[in-house]
């Protein structure tokens, strides 16, 4: 079982609300990513770190935002969130070595009412 | 443009019989290929991978194949159980960036009938 976790399991907030969706490995992993996965589709990256004070945007665009000041700790917030926001969010982590497994915790489900 | 491409989208088989899923890629330079399942609402657990040079590899009653000429990998099970009921995912990883951008297909929704 992978060390990476992610909380809550399952929002429902009203629109226009602030959220953070946090996520943390126990593994050392450097690289740490959050997918967006709508039912039925493909995940699709929204935001990847290197490292430390290393965040960057991925292939689909969002409104959210990372950052990472520890190396096991790579939260998501949402400033203000609305119905489109609704998703699976997963995080996931890996080793800095090319071809490394990438380990995912167990999803977000965010619906915004 | 790097894509993943699975086929069927959605497989219905009973229990005990055998399945094979398949997944094309374009993604260059290529680095490896993995197999995910994933079971609803949870994350990805990698299943296989395949790296270039290798052609076959198992795992339990997964058996993932992979032709880096045509760029096409296939994941056969056998004996399926209910617990198979899963989505399955190709993930192809290039070699043309630091980050080894993993490339996700759409997954096989494969559900076992008793």
């Known amino acids: 079982e992978a060390d990476i976790y992610q909380t809550p399991r399952y929002l429902v907030i009203g629109t226009g609300k602030k959220i953070t969706l946090e996520c943390s490995q126990t593994?050392?992993?450097?690289?740490m990513y959050w997918y967006q996965q709508d039912p039925g589709m493909e995940l699709h990256l929204i935001h990847y770190?290197?490292?430390?004070?290393?965040?960057e945007k991925g292939d689909l665009s969002s409104e959210s935002t990372v950052s990472r000041i520890r190396t096991e700790h790579f939260p998501l917030t949402l400033e203000s969130a609305r119905p489109s926001h609704t998703s699976q969010y997963l995080c996931?982590?890996?080793?800095?070595?090319?071809?490394?497994?990438?380990?995912f915790g167990q999803g977000t489900r965010l619906t915004v009412v | 443009k790097n894509q993943v491409e699975q086929s069927p989208q959605s497989l219905i088989i009973l229990e005990g019989k055998n399945c094979t899923l398949q997944?094309?890629?374009?993604?260059?330079?290529?680095?490896?290929l993995r197999w995910y399942k994933q079971d609803t609402g949870r994350g990805p657990v990698s299943l296989t991978i395949?790296?270039?040079?290798?052609n076959t590899k198992s795992n339990g009653r997964y058996t993932a194949t992979l032709d880096a000429d045509t760029k096409q990998s296939s994941l056969h099970i056998t004996a399926s159980q209910l617990s198979d009921s899963a989505s399955y995912i190709c993930?192809?990883?290039?070699?043309?960036?630091?980050?080894?951008?993993?490339?996700f297909g759409r997954g096989t929704q494969l559900t076992v009938w008793p």
């Open positions: 996931a982590s890996s080793a800095d070595t090319l071809g490394t497994e990438a380990f």
């Open positions: 593994m050392g992993h450097d690289k």
């Open positions: 770190s290197y490292g430390v004070n290393s965040t």
């Open positions: 997944c094309n890629y374009t993604v260059s330079p290529f680095s490896n």
């Open positions: 395949m790296t270039f040079s290798e």
């Open positions: 993930v192809v990883t290039d070699r043309g960036s630091t980050l080894g951008r993993l490339y």
